[in-house]
């Protein structure tokens, strides 16, 4: 397949707002692409490479070349092409990945090479790999979206679940299903501004404390244990104590999803900082656990004993949690059965100001009738904080002066829109640490696309988790509203800028 018809698609699915057309324009696309060429494919369409980093900077993208006069490049052409510039490594590679760059792009014709330069410097997001391409998959190869679906809530990636179908057809789905040792992507919360909010969303439901750590799932089958994070990187050599603690499971093959937290002497959680410092350590690992002892606390149950429990309402998935973890590995909780009765109301009230007192961050709702949907933030998962707070991404940043002088401090935030791209939110300089002030320095001027010597512009990757006290109309900002009285609480650098919150959900909190 040739990359211009990718670019081609890619244009016209940021152009139109229907989702019919969106999903045919994928599903030809799909039909007309190769089963080794999709992974590539569908990767190019979400905005990332394959290769994650390519030691490429702005200022090599921003300098010119002549195109091509007629498309000639093929998708694998480039993927190749990319690898190369990628493994470039050691002394003079600077000039080395320029050179191929150039190569690179001297075969592209002008569409392409925008689209190239989008692609590589991490500005071309337009959501293509959300619902739309799992319907346009279906519609390829003639499968039930439902299946495909979970094919790749299971398989943990839409790339090799279109390879398979796309070789093999709609029976290739039957490869797919939830295995011990290979990871499935989380299912995620949505935001209620109050619990009794939630509890009128949800009905009968759990309220669970909601831990300030790392999401992590352990997979155990026999003695042997593995530990992946919320983006499915192993860190098992990193938690000899989730290692440990999963051994002590009353059963002999499971999946578990939970988080990990360190507690202090006085048993409130340390903060969230420490913990992501300590799971991110490559250093000496058991001088690491001394320094910052970590447990595992469990929330849900995904498999026991060769039993797929994803489809089980969450009340019986927690049934089977708590036959197989022991309590004190157990997240707490307590059940409202009639979301009607006010005295359960005000009990749900009352514990998760309990919670706020014990120093976590908040509570989650579950509906007891929900099914574990990996991969999506569905509306039967809610967390409800004390306080707003957006995951935001960080779209450029000011240089400091006085004391902050050298540093880039005042940041530019961006919510999500529908199409991928980011709409600015405001600035904020506060609740910045001198500490993270050093480090933000630094990794801003890693994503740095351009200074003008009063801004650096970087590439919307870094996402960041804001405070504010409110949502107000704003003329300045293009989607008319801004934060008040916004204050970094820390960066999320577990989290990808696709996982920010949304601009949709910004304007419902301005009502």
């Not at 016209?12 to 599903?27: C, G, I, M, N, Y």
């Not at 593995?226 to 009353?250: S, Y």
């Not at 706020?356 to 929900?370: F, I, N, P, T």
Request: include cysteine; charged fraction near 25%; aromatic fraction near 4%.
């Amino acid at each position: 397949m040739l990359l211009a018809e990718v670019a081609r698609i890619s244009h016209q699915v940021a152009q139109t707002s229907s989702r019919t057309e969106k999903v045919a324009l994928l599903a030809g696309l799909f039909r007309a692409a190769g089963p080794e060429e999709v992974p590539v494919v569908v990767t190019y369409l979400a905005g990332r490479l394959p290769q994650r980093r390519t030691g490429i900077g702005w200022k090599a993208l921003s300098r010119a070349v002549p195109p091509a006069d007629a498309p000639s490049l093929s998708v694998t052409d480039v993927h190749r092409a990319l690898e190369a510039i990628a493994a470039v490594s050691g002394r003079g590679a600077q000039a080395e990945r320029g050179r191929l760059l150039h190569g690179l792009l001297s075969a592209a014709t002008g569409e392409e090479q925008r689209f190239l330069v989008r692609l590589i410097g991490g500005e071309l997001r337009q959501g293509a790999l959300d619902a739309f391409a799992v319907e346009g998959l279906a519609a390829a190869v003639g499968a039930e979206p439902a299946g495909v679906r979970r094919a790749v809530m299971v398989g943990g990636s839409l790339g090799r679940v279109a390879q398979a179908l796309l070789a093999r057809g709609p029976g290739a789905l039957a490869d797919f299903r939830l295995d011990v040792g290979r990871p499935v992507l989380p299912m995620l919360a949505q935001t209620a501004g109050s619990v009794d909010e939630a509890l009128d969303r949800l009905g009968p439901c759990a309220v669970e404390e909601k831990l300030d750590g790392i999401r992590v799932q352990v997979h155990r089958d026999g003695p042997e244990v593995r530990v992946f994070t919320r983006t499915l990187d192993e860190i098992t050599g990193r938690l000899p104590e989730v290692v440990a603690a999963a051994r002590e499971l009353r059963a002999g093959r499971a999946v578990l999803d939970g988080e990990v937290i360190a507690l202090g002497e006085d048993g409130r959680p340390r903060p969230f900082q420490e913990v992501a410092g300590r799971v991110g350590s490559r250093l000496d690992v058991e001088r690491a656990r001394a320094s910052l002892p970590l447990s595992p606390v469990f929330f849900d149950l995904l498999s026991v004993d060769g039993r797929d429990l994803l489809e089980l309402p969450a009340a019986r998935r927690h049934a089977e949690l708590a036959r197989v973890v022991p309590g004190p590995m157990r997240v707490l909780r307590t059940v409202v059965e009639d979301q009607r009765d006010e005295r359960a109301r005000a009990a749900a009230r009352g514990f998760a100001d309990e919670v706020l007192v014990r120093g976590h961050e908040g509570v989650m709702l579950k509906a007891l009738d929900s099914a574990y949907g990996a991969g999506r933030r569905g509306a039967s998962w809610l967390k409800v904080k004390p306080v707003h707070t957006l995951d935001l991404v960080v779209l450029a940043a000011e240089w400091g002066h006085g004391r902050r002088a050298g540093k880039l401090s005042n940041l530019h935030l961006g919510a999500r829109r529908a199409d991928g791209s980011f709409a600015m939110l405001g600035k904020t300089f506060k609740g910045l640490t001198d500490a993270l002030l050093t480090w933000q320095t630094g990794r801003l001027r890693e994503l740095a696309v351009e200074d003008d010597g009063f801004t650096v512009t970087v590439r919307p990757e870094l996402v960041v988790e804001i405070a504010f006290d409110g949502v107000q109309r704003s003329p300045r900002y293009p989607e008319g509203v801004t934060l008040r009285f916004a204050r970094v609480l820390r960066y999320r650098e577990d989290k990808t800028a696709a996982e920010a919150d949304t601009v949709e959900a910004v304007l419902a909190l301005a009502g």
